[in-house]
């Protein structure tokens, strides 16, 4: 899990939630957990272990089924045969930064919506997490296309909000963000063929879709406090 989706950014939302004893519990488990691949593995396992992982997060792929965010933009230099024959480069610090920022960025979001009353907080809980959950796939270095599979539980979500409210902008973004993972127009990850109507990076499109999709909604669903102003108050306090 530490190379993959990490269950660090649940632990984020029940933070930003004020669910401190969910919090707590996740430190305290993880660090037994720790302690015990200590006592049973043995300190140079754990240290070749860490050294993997440290090297493995520096490496940028800009392969075909790779729709991160680095792989978006840095992948933009290379031509076809480094993306279709999985060669690794160097990942430069300041795009792993960027992307960590913009998780960040997304948790502060939910932060200042938490600060205000809500009226339904199981709705809002639901698109945090998920909004949350998207940001981390699509902003960490490699998001294989089978992780976009977490777009199922936001897509949910957004197709009932949709039912509800009947936002013609909103189920523009579902058929968007839908159509954007289903072949021809997604690459099919186990026979990579381009073809003129192929989006090379349409699942990482798809995901910056849904998120934005989330945020806008989250905002616009609740009670209409402007975000400016809770942050003014915040820093005025």
């Known amino acids: 899990m530490s190379v993959k989706i990490t269950p660090v950014v649940i632990a984020l939302h029940w933070l930003i939630s004020g ?6 519990s996740f430190a ?3 660090g037994v957990l720790g302690i015990l691949s200590l006592l049973l593995l043995g300190l140079k396992v754990n240290l070749e272990y860490l050294s993997s992982l440290n090297r493995i997060s520096n490496v940028l792929l800009v392969s075909f089924n790779n729709q991160s965010l680095a ?9 076809l045969p480094e993306i279709f024959y999985w ?7 300041s795009m792993k930064i960027v992307g960590f920022c913009l998780i960040l960025l997304v948790a502060a979001y939910f932060t200042l919506i938490y600060q205000r009353k809500q009226s339904d907080p199981v709705h809002l809980e639901a698109i945090s997490v998920s909004s949350l959950l998207v940001a981390s796939t699509i902003f960490t270095p490699i998001a294989w296309t089978h992780y976009y599979i977490v777009l199922l539980i936001p ?6 909000s949709a039912v509800q409210t009947k936002r013609v902008w909103l189920i523009f973004a579902i058929i968007l963000l839908v159509l ?25 499109y798809s995901g910056i879709i849904c998120l934005c999709a989330l945020l806008i909604y989250s905002n616009n669903s609740f009670d209409k406090l402007d975000l400016r102003s809770a942050l003014t108050k915040k820093i005025a306090y």
């Open 87 to 93: 060669r690794m480069h160097p990942l430069a610090t």
């Open 28 to 30: 305290a488990w993880s």
């Open 180 to 204: 954007l993972n289903i072949w021809p127009l997604a690459i099919n990850p186990l026979n990579p063929q381009l073809y003129p109507f192929t989006i090379l990076r349409s699942h990482f």
């Open 155 to 160: 897509l949910l979500i957004l197709i009932d």
């Open 19 to 24: 669910r401190n004893r969910s919090v707590l």
């Open 71 to 79: 792989a978006w933009w840095l992948g933009r230099s290379y031509d």
